[in-house]
Nanobody
Framework: VQLVESGGGLVQAGGSLRLSCAASGSGFSMWPMAWYRQAPGEQRELVAG???????NVADSVKGRFTISRDNAKNTVYLQMSSLKPEDTAVYYC?????????WGQGTQVTVSS
């Protein structure tokens, strides 16, 4: 299983970005997927998750601003981020857990300027 994130970058406060995570390996449609983030000096935190049945949950800090979705035909999970704030600045990681094994992508940097 390999996870490759893309779509990060520098954006002004109030702007939007869409992150993508492309997964390799068979069975993607059955995997729960999640986005985490880690700011400098902070612990990694869960941002949003989506199940194989496409039920979603998002952290309170991003509720109403971030949306997670998946495209099983493309083996890709997305994180649509809107109304970005400087405190959203972090490295964003894609994650899945399959049969007890945890997989991470390499991360993509999101920087929000004020």
């Amino acid at each position: 299983v390999q996870l490759v994130e893309s779509g990060g970058g520098l954006v002004q406060a109030g702007g939007s970005l869409r992150l993508s995570c492309a997964a390799s390996g068979s069975g993607f449609s059955m995997w729960p997927m999640a986005w985490y983030r880690q700011a400098p000096g902070e612990q990694r935190e869960l941002v949003a998750g989506i199940t194989s049945g496409e039920s979603t949950n998002v952290a309170d800090s991003v509720k109403g601003r971030f949306t997670i979705s998946r495209d099983n035909a493309k083996n890709t999970v997305y994180l649509q981020m809107s109304s970005l704030k400087p405190e959203d600045t972090a490295v964003y990681y894609c994650n899945t857990v399959i049969y007890g094994y945890t997989y991470w992508g390499q991360g993509t940097q999101v920087t929000v300027s004020s």
